[in-house]
């Protein structure tokens, strides 16, 4: 590992507090804004020229947004539909007066619908089992409401579906603040209108402070499996990404609620199938496979196999992803571009599952050079340091401490 110039050294903090933008719907393990402005900061500084940008992980789209602000172009993918919709909104500046006309007749539409038998009969059980019977046809009011107002596939039926998703959580038993699906019998969910119209005020203050340069750079945005080709869908020279960290987060069952309500999928499960280090139905990795990512890789595999086989496929297949997406990003590249990952190191039943260290091996077996690796510490997690048995984040020492540490990988495209 080479030693980090003195202007990458400090990635810890911003500069100041994160956009209402980057607010505006809960999404686990949010990346920092500022990590893409400091990206870009740092490539100038390098001299790379950078025209267009792209994170294969886009998530939520936060570092679209903060690429189309610098006068970026920016392409991304991710293959959480809901994680789309919440970018696709973030990046799209709404004029605020269509956005109070669209929202009163909403309003006055949800008002005026009374869910029949017909309508609860599509509310799948899985569904039921986290709302209250008043709040699924209130619900069932609202979305018909927006669908009715608002044309398929428009920016505004986005921005509104995006604020019924937020919603969904808050009005429904789950437990709060908690990554693990589970149920609060204690919880008092909130009432389904009130809390679209915090949420729609929430979105449109973000939205005019919101402010993008003239004319708009070119932004796209893709819901897809990055590793379903092995050619690149664009070039770019600044990549700026964050895999998922396995054994973190279960995206597909922390988002299930969006999932079922806006219809993409009727089995939210469906979504784990390709996602980096899926652990549900993955075959036995081929032994030499693990045994070409090198020696940290195969000891973690085997680690972690006498432990739980089950979890020891998931890390196996998310060291070979990993290592397909390092050379399907510096494919991506135009030459002498530049890539920023985003990566913690994870530890799973006392067995320490070197993320960083695999993603640098992966990086350099692709081509990268001049590859270095930053630490820095987490900083913006509100609910930090520690996390419970079920799964919500507190400040109690004697719980599991949660990792504090990630590391910044750089490598350049000769």
């Not at 209402?20 to 999404?27: A, D, P, Q, V």
């Not at 947004?65 to 970018?87: C, H, M, Q, T, Y």
């Not at 340069?213 to 690149?232: C, D, K, M, Y």
């Not at 401490?401 to 990988?409: I, P």
Request: proline letters at 6%; one cysteine or more; aromatic letters at 10%.
């Amino acid at each position: 590992m080479t030693s980090p110039s003195t202007s990458v050294l400090d990635w810890d903090f911003g500069l100041g507090r994160e956009d209402l933008i980057h607010r505006i719907h809960s999404y686990p393990a949010k990346f920092p804004a500022f990590i893409t402005t400091k990206a870009l900061q740092y490539a100038k500084e390098e001299g790379v020229e950078v025209g267009v940008v792209a994170d294969v992980f886009c998530g939520c789209g936060t570092a679209a947004v903060e690429a189309k602000r610098s006068g970026k172009r920016f392409w991304g993918s991710d293959i959480n539909p809901v994680a789309v919709l919440i970018a696709q909104v973030k990046v799209h500046h709404y004029d605020d007066s269509v956005l109070g006309e669209y929202f009163e007749q909403i309003r006055n539409e949800f008002g005026r619908i009374t869910p029949t038998e017909e309508d609860r009969e599509k509310v799948s059980d899985r569904v039921r089992y986290w709302f209250h019977d008043r709040n699924i046809d209130d619900l069932t009011r609202l979305d018909q409401a927006i669908r009715l107002r608002t044309r398929t596939g428009s920016p505004h039926r986005r921005f509104f579906l995006c604020a019924l998703s937020n919603i969904l959580k808050p009005t429904s038993t789950w437990l709060t603040r908690s990554i693990k699906p589970q149920r609060d019998p204690l919880k008092s969910p909130r009432g389904v209108l009130e809390t679209f119209e915090s949420q729609f005020h929430l979105m449109r203050k973000a939205n005019r402070s919101n402010c993008f340069p003239r004319p708009q750079p070119e932004v796209t945005i893709r819901r897809q499996n990055f590793l379903a080709s092995g050619q690149p869908e664009c070039r770019v020279d600044l990549l700026v990404t964050s895999p998922p960290y396995v054994t973190s987060y279960d995206y597909a069952d922390i988002h299930q609620l969006s999932t079922l309500w806006l219809r993409y999928s009727s089995d939210y499960r469906s979504f784990r199938t390709n996602m980096l280090g899926n652990q549900y139905r993955v075959p036995d990795p081929d032994p030499r496979s693990i045994a070409s990512l090198g020696p940290s890789a195969e000891a973690t595999y085997r680690g972690l196999m006498d432990v739980e086989k089950r979890k020891a496929r998931s890390v196996a297949r998310y060291f070979l992803d990993l290592d397909k997406t390092a050379a399907k990003c510096w494919r991506m590249l135009n030459p002498g571009g530049m890539a920023v990952f985003l990566i913690g190191n994870t530890r799973y039943k006392n067995v320490t599952i070197n993320n960083a260290g695999h993603l640098e091996s992966c990086m350099r077996r692709a081509g990268f050079v001049g590859v270095e690796r930053v630490p820095r510490r987490v900083s913006l997690k509100i609910m930090t340091p520690f996390r419970d048995a079920k799964g919500r984040f507190t400040r109690d020492a004697s719980q599991r401490r949660v990792y504090g540490e990630e590391f910044v990988l750089i490598g350049r495209r000769p």
